[in-house]
């Protein structure tokens, strides 16, 4: 019993292993507000909470909060800032609910009571007891969403990245080809490194061609993938000849036009030197290609038939423009380095940071860093999972009709991490949320501003005006334009919810919930309460006496 004057606690307190497995322990219906260290527990529901319990649950209703950050059992919750509500039973989950719907939790506390009762009492449920890491009905389907979801983003992004990557290496090979054309490759094979010379001097000096350079190359699979990039592996080399390359070194020779000779282009000449009349693998029967692996029998003793169509090439020149401008990309980059294409920067690592619309704070911050910030907008709710898009920008927000606003809107940043300065300002402006690392906000900053978010044309064109008339602005003045006198103006006649409480309506509602079940067991609390006067029991022990609990309201079906 508390001491007089004492305040008694509503909710037991749990945050590692070992409290939460005696929470388990207890008897009865276990209600747990499950919650996120940085954001904490879901204080607008306690006073719903205390009622119910007094009114209604008793001993038969434990009610707790668990900090989900330092409790294994419950760490797919953690960075969460959505209100999680776990229903268990003898040290299984029941039910679960997400969110803070004030007269949703009181229907679905009110019924799962009803059903612990008759439990106690022996009868059947429709309950279906799971163990609490398992994933509940709704978690589930959300899952599955958030798996699909995932994946056609990955794919959508892959397919870009793709895309964009095929337009600058080809961008990248014609720009090549167009400049160094005097110059041509060709890949001499471990097995003929000590023979290429011989053969090849025989017939440069007559096709008017030169060995300008030569990189000794040791090939990886990846090496190998990027200089095939216009082709197939398997199209080009069989794998015996890939295992050659793999093993041991291999010579990458660069050819150039003799200043004596009055041709441009080097390709045609250079594949009739390596591969005869045929001008491509295997090459005519005298040509140095065929040589070369002549060369390669000879020294390895008598060939069979069978072996002789699987021994390795002796020299490759690529046919293909494209792969000859990469051979000369990859092996020769101070030949080719002023006719390459450098690859685009990474996109910065980010933060997706969540303030109420009414911040004006966080405005400012944005107005003195808007380098960091990659992208923003106005969404309904804080929870990142299943908000939606108002505006795209707060341009766009303060040109919607009053009616049309709820002022509870939440402006939704996605901010680099290139300044940590910059999130240290955003942070001690306490969000109300902020991705707890850069893999988290990437994720969520893909849902919430896919490849087609809408850009906020009307706001580029009327800042090109603006930068006409008043000799020019930097990127700051599109987000004060933003953030203008009329937005100002609607902000101050805002105001903004406590998360989890409940609004006029739902308040009423509850009443309703409540006065409807006190008064169908208002004669069987009080004759159970009679009863219980009569006997004393043992110090610090209170007999348990089950409430008769009314139906629960089936306005809205419950989730199992």
């Given at each position: ?167 600058r290496r080809t961008k990248e090979c014609e720009s090549i080809l167009a400049n160094l054309a005097n110059y041509g490759t060709a890949l001499v094979f471990p097995a003929a490194r000590d023979k290429y010379k011989e053969v090849l001097n025989e017939i440069l000096d007559e096709a008017g ?90 020294e390895g003793g008598e060939v069979k038939k069978e072996e002789k169509v699987k021994s390795p090439i002796g020299i490759w020149a690529p046919v293909d423009p494209r792969i000859q401008a990469t051979a000369l990309r990859m092996f020769f980059p101070k030949v080719a380095k002023d006719f ?47 908000t939606k898009l108002v505006a795209s920008s707060l341009k766009k927000l303060d040109k919607m009709p009053v009616n049309e606003r709820t002022f509870t809107e939440k402006l939704v940043l996605q901010v680099s991490k290139k300044k940590s300065e910059v999130i240290f300002a955003f942070a ?133």
């Amino acid at each position: 019993m508390a001491k007089k004057g004492q305040a008694v606690q509503l909710q037991i307190e749990v945050a590692n292993d070992e409290e939460w497995e005696k929470l388990l322990l207890k008897d009865g219906l276990i209600v747990v507000d499950v919650y996120s260290d940085w954001c904490g527990p879901c204080l607008g529901m306690q006073a719903n909470l205390k009622k119910i319990k007094l009114e209604f649950g008793g001993d038969l209703l434990q009610l707790a909060v668990a900090k989900s950050d330092g409790i294994t059992a419950l760490k797919r919750f953690r960075n969460k800032s959505e209100p999680t509500w776990l229903f268990i039973s003898n040290g299984l989950m029941v039910n679960l609910m997400f969110g803070a719907d004030a007269p949703k939790l009181t229907r679905l506390i009110l019924s799962e009571l009803k059903k612990e009762q008759a439990q106690q009492s022996g009868q059947t449920t429709d309950r279906t007891p799971k163990e609490v890491t398992e994933l509940a009905d709704e978690e589930q389907v959300r899952y599955d969403a958030a798996e699909s979801l995932a994946k056609a983003i990955r794919e959508k992004e892959e397919a870009k990245k793709a895309k964009e990557l095929l337009e600058r290496r080809t961008k990248e090979c014609e720009s090549i080809l167009a400049n160094l054309a005097n110059y041509g490759t060709a890949l001499v094979f471990p097995a003929a490194r000590d023979k290429y010379k011989e053969v090849l001097n025989e017939i440069l000096d007559e096709a008017g061609l030169n060995i300008n350079q030569t990189e000794k190359i040791r090939f990886e699979e990846e090496t190998m993938e990027e200089l095939c990039y216009f082709s197939q592996i398997s199209e080009l080399f069989s794998e015996e000849s890939l295992e050659s390359l793999y093993n041991e070194e291999s010579l990458m020779i660069l050819f150039k036009i003799a200043p004596r000779c009055d041709f441009e282009e080097i390709l045609d000449v250079l594949l009739t030197v390596i591969y005869g009349e045929m001008k491509k693998p295997p090459g005519s029967p005298e040509s140095a290609a065929q040589k070369l692996i002549i060369i390669d029998e000879e020294e390895g003793g008598e060939v069979k038939k069978e072996e002789k169509v699987k021994s390795p090439i002796g020299i490759w020149a690529p046919v293909d423009p494209r792969i000859q401008a990469t051979a000369l990309r990859m092996f020769f980059p101070k030949v080719a380095k002023d006719f390459t294409i450098p690859e685009p920067a990474p996109e910065p690592e980010h933060l997706a940071i969540v303030f109420p619309i009414t911040k004006r704070d966080a405005i400012s911050v944005m107005q003195e860093h808007p380098m960091e910030i990659m992208k923003h907008g106005v969404f309904t709710s804080e929870n990142l999972e299943n908000t939606k898009l108002v505006a795209s920008s707060l341009k766009k927000l303060d040109k919607m009709p009053v009616n049309e606003r709820t002022f509870t809107e939440k402006l939704v940043l996605q901010v680099s991490k290139k300044k940590s300065e910059v999130i240290f300002a955003f942070a001690q402006l306490e969000p109300l949320y902020m991705s707890p690392n850069a893999k988290e906000g990437k994720a969520e900053c893909e849902r919430l501003f896919p490849e087609d978010y809408p850009e906020d044309e009307e706001s580029e064109e009327e800042e090109e005006q603006d930068v006409e008339e008043e000799g020019g602005e930097d990127k700051t003045s599109e987000l004060k334009t933003s953030a203008g006198s009329d937005l100002g103006t609607n902000l101050s006649t805002s105001h903004e919810d406590e998360v989890g409480s409940p609004r006029e309506g739902e308040e009423s509602e509850i009443k309703q919930e409540i006065e409807n079940a006190g008064e169908d067991i208002e004669g069987n609390l009080t004759e159970e309460g009679e009863q219980g006067e009569q006997g004393e029991n043992p110090e610090g022990q209170e007999e348990m006496i089950p409430p008769v609990l009314p139906d629960p309201p089936t306005e809205e079906p419950i989730i199992e």
